[in-house]
């Protein structure tokens, strides 16, 4: 997780000294921003992940976005404080600062705009979180002019509740007469500006939703069922619409490698097609306001007649992407779609996968869906994963039959049709 290996030891007594980083020779290049990542697990909290798991995707996301992780730090605590932690750990951050000349240190969580200026103000250095991390990568990756309206609509309501802070130094002006300086001005000005921009953003993305809409209705009009791709970031869902497709799609083994939303003509085996349609990929911790900005983009995940959902059966944490995943698809409502699990990178595990009974058992405890193991970066599998997709869309076709199969196989109750 970090890059120059380095981890922060329990604190026994006053903070110890880092050696310091060796001075190397000047660059015309630019060095990237040098980040120490810091968490805080808040005890009695229900967490999907463990702290630890959290700080290592989140080094993912600073190395996405350009940084190099030379440090980390982590703290538990019985709730967050004004400044997120404890006084004595700000003080060890600022040791780490100064040892290991870092520019930039992220937490792990949404920071509240009164955390994020009174860190700024301790550690003298820049100050993001979690969130601002995930929108400057959205901003990236955005290639359309729909990706890029909605990141920018994300950051500007992000930015809004925080622009006191950028304007504490003229407003310190007193009370009573007067107090009516430049600074509150300015800042009156910037939320005006700030708030006609997101009315327009707005504006802009109702078009683009309606222009979707009648996309989607003309596809409807054609009878050719859709399947939406869905499945956590890096999971390999571009990798699995280029084999099946020949989508030609970015996939690179980075988070949010593509952000725009793609939809490609898939052959069945048999007989008949279907539209594969990839969103933007999940993550945890997913702001709000990115849901809410993403909005136009989601709707294709309503509008969709199932599922396919991709899963990274090699990754550590998979059981929590899964969870993670499902979390987001019931908050949209959408938990009740039928579903096929792709069960992703089986190339990366031991085993012959062409022996008989192979990964049987890696196929239970996944929880909704039907699931079929894959390679897609290999092409194993991937007929008997169209296979599946076409019985779910059959079933689909005739209304009065139970779905409950593909939305929960697992169920002893539930046979296949």
Do not use: C
């Not at 329990?10 to 980083?21: F, W």
């Not at 909290?45 to 996405?64: F, H, I, N, V, Y």
């Not at 970031?233 to 030609?248: E, F, P, R, V």
């Not at 008949?272 to 809410?292: C, E, M, N, R, Y």
């Amino acid at each position: 997780m970090v890059d120059r290996i380095f981890q922060h030891p329990a604190k026994t007594g006053s903070p110890r000294r880092y050696p310091a980083t060796p001075k190397t020779t000047a660059s015309t290049k630019a060095r990237p921003e040098r980040a120490i990542l810091v968490g805080v697990e808040t005890r009695g909290k229900p967490r999907l992940w463990s702290l630890e798991d959290s700080l290592e995707e989140l080094g993912q996301l600073a190395r996405t976005a350009g940084a190099q992780v030379v440090g980390t730090l982590t703290q538990r605590l019985e709730r967050p404080t004004n400044s997120y932690m404890g006084k004595g750990k700000l003080e060890e951050v600022l040791v780490m600062r100064d040892d290991l000349q870092a520019d930039v240190v992220i937490f792990d969580d949404e920071l509240s705009p009164k955390q994020q200026r009174n860190l700024e103000e301790t550690l003298k250095v820049k100050v993001i979180d979690r969130t601002a991390l995930i929108l400057d990568v959205f901003a990236r990756r955005a290639q359309t002019h729909e990706g890029r309206l909605q990141v920018e609509l994300a950051q500007h309501e992000y930015l809004l509740p925080r622009l006191v802070g950028q304007w504490a130094h003229l407003e310190r002006l007193g009370g009573g007469i007067g107090t009516r300086g430049p600074g509150e001005t300015q800042l009156e000005t910037d939320r005006r500006i700030i708030r006609n921009k997101i009315q327009r953003l707005k504006r802009e993305l109702e078009e683009v939703r309606q222009h979707r809409a009648l996309y989607r209705e003309r596809r409807k009009r054609l009878g050719t069922p859709i399947v939406a791709l869905v499945g956590y970031t890096n999971a390999g869902k571009s990798t699995l619409l280029n084999a099946l497709s020949d989508a030609d799609v970015v996939a690179e083994d980075k988070l949010f490698s593509t952000l725009d939303p793609v939809t490609r003509k898939v052959e069945l085996p048999e007989k008949g097609s279907f539209l594969l349609t990839d969103t933007v990929g999940f993550i945890q911790k997913l702001p709000p306001t990115v849901v809410a900005a993403f909005r136009a983009t989601l709707e294709e995940l309503a509008e969709a007649d199932g599922i396919l959902h991709v899963i990274d059966i090699t990754h550590q944490n998979a059981e929590g992407q899964v969870q993670v995943v499902n979390r987001l698809l019931a908050e949209l409502h959408l938990e009740d779609k039928p579903r096929v699990l792709a069960l992703n990178k089986i190339d990366l595990l031991p085993g012959d996968h062409q022996e008989e009974g192979y990964g049987e058992e890696l196929k239970s405890g996944w929880g909704e869906g039907y699931p079929v193991l894959i390679s897609a970066a290999k092409g194993w599998g991937l007929d008997h994963l169209l296979t599946a997709i076409g019985e779910m869309l059959e079933h689909l076709r005739e209304p009065q039959r139970d779905l409950g199969f593909w939305i929960n196989p697992q169920d002893p109750r539930k046979e296949r049709p």
